[in-house]
């Protein structure tokens, strides 16, 4: 057994080619891209190892924790800077600190044995990709994202909480408190919103042209440059239009249930993306760095759409030397 009794699979899944094709079959339904076979792959494989009641367990803890660390959140919207992390305009509240221990204290009490990531309490990046390698369960945390709009007052922020076990992102949740709005996601259970079931805008943006984008305006200069090239080249009448709304997880919640058609970044910290790469996907979309590599936990660029247009936009993003950090 793994780390929180789960119980793991010795052999291959035999079930593996079905559930393939079953998933294939329901893409062309909705009109989706064809999934990557390998992905499948591991979607049957990972939920072969977990038993489906540690699963949905995980799921409903998730959720409370992210619906009582948001209540905090909205409540006190609009609270001090008490520190400014490595650039001007990264910033830190007392609240993240409150609301990441809320998380903490909700996992700890449902699951002792399983291990924690969070923004405001991360060691070291060696420590970081420590626990990003370990056997187990592992959750990854954002308290508040999107902390300068919750700084400034604007109700743009959410709680992202990803889970991964063995090191594949099982569990995605994010909650926005101030549209009392719960996106959440588990491997191959598809992905949700307020209990509905949620899908990309496949059918509306077929060419990129046709696509709402944003992008970020991250504190790290290196990276928000990027962003700002692209963008340039992003403006119409090549994407319908391009938005900038200061939170990573509002960005992939939207892509998930067709708000927005395609975001991007080129350098996020794990618990940035780990819950919205997940929804993104069971949302029938498709997360990758911003050279077209396949999201694991840990990519730090990111390329997010409804599958559709995705190819388009990275080219757009090789053309503007936007796939990574500038030097």
Same mark, same amino acid.
């Given at each position: 057994e793994g780390r929180g009794g789960v119980s793991l699979a010795a052999a291959a899944v035999p079930a593996t080619a079905a559930l393939i094709a079953r998933r294939h079959r329901a893409d062309q339904r909705r009109g989706l891209p064809r999934r990557h076979d390998t992905m499948v792959a591991a979607t049957a494989g990972v939920t072969a190892n977990v038993e489906k009641e540690e699963l949905r367990k995980v799921v409903e803890?998730?959720? %409370?924790?992210?619906?009582?660390?948001? $209540?905090?959140? %909205?409540? $006190?919207?609009?609270?001090?800077?008490?520190?400014v992390k490595g650039f001007a305009a990264d910033l830190l509240t007392a609240v993240d600190t409150e609301c990441e221990e809320v998380v903490r204290q909700t996992v700890q009490n449902a699951f002792p044995s399983h291990a924690f990531l969070g923004e405001e309490s991360f060691g070291s990046l060696e420590d970081m990709a420590t626990l990003i390698a370990a056997p187990g369960w592992l959750w990854v945390v954002d308290p508040i994202d999107g902390t300068t709009n919750f700084v400034s007052g604007q109700p743009m922020s959410a709680v992202s909480i990803g889970v991964a076990h063995d090191g594949k992102l099982c569990v995605g949740v994010i909650y926005d408190p101030y549209r009392d709005e719960l996106f959440s996601a588990s491997l191959g259970g598809g992905a949700s919103l307020n209990g509905s079931p949620i899908a990309v805008s496949a059918d509306r943006a077929r060419e990129l042209r046709e696509?709402?984008? %944003?992008?970020?305006?991250?504190?790290?200069?290196?990276?928000?440059?990027?962003?700002?090239? %692209?963008?340039?080249?992003?403006s119409p009448p090549r994407s319908r239009t391009v938005r900038i709304l200061g939170s990573a997880a509002i960005n992939f919640a939207?892509? &998930?249930?067709?708000?927005?058609?395609?975001?991007?970044?080129? +350098?996020?910290?794990?618990? +940035?993306? &780990? &819950?919205?790469a997940l929804l993104v996907r069971e949302a029938g979309g498709r997360v990758t760095d911003c050279e077209g590599n396949e999201y694991v936990l840990g990519t730090r660029p990111i390329c997010s759409s409804n599958g559709k247009i995705h190819d388009e936009l990275l080219a757009v993003l090789r053309?503007?030397?936007?796939?990574?950090? +500038? +030097?």
């Open positions: 803890v998730a959720e %409370a924790a992210a619906r009582a660390a948001g $209540k905090v959140m %909205a409540e $006190k919207v609009g609270a001090e800077v008490v520190e696509a709402v984008v %944003a992008s970020g305006a991250p504190p790290n200069p290196r990276s928000s440059a990027p962003c700002f090239r %692209a963008m340039s080249l992003l939207w892509v &998930a249930c067709g708000r927005l058609d395609a975001w991007f970044e080129p +350098d996020l910290s794990p618990w +940035d993306s &780990a &819950a919205g053309e503007a030397d936007a796939t990574q950090l +500038d +030097d």
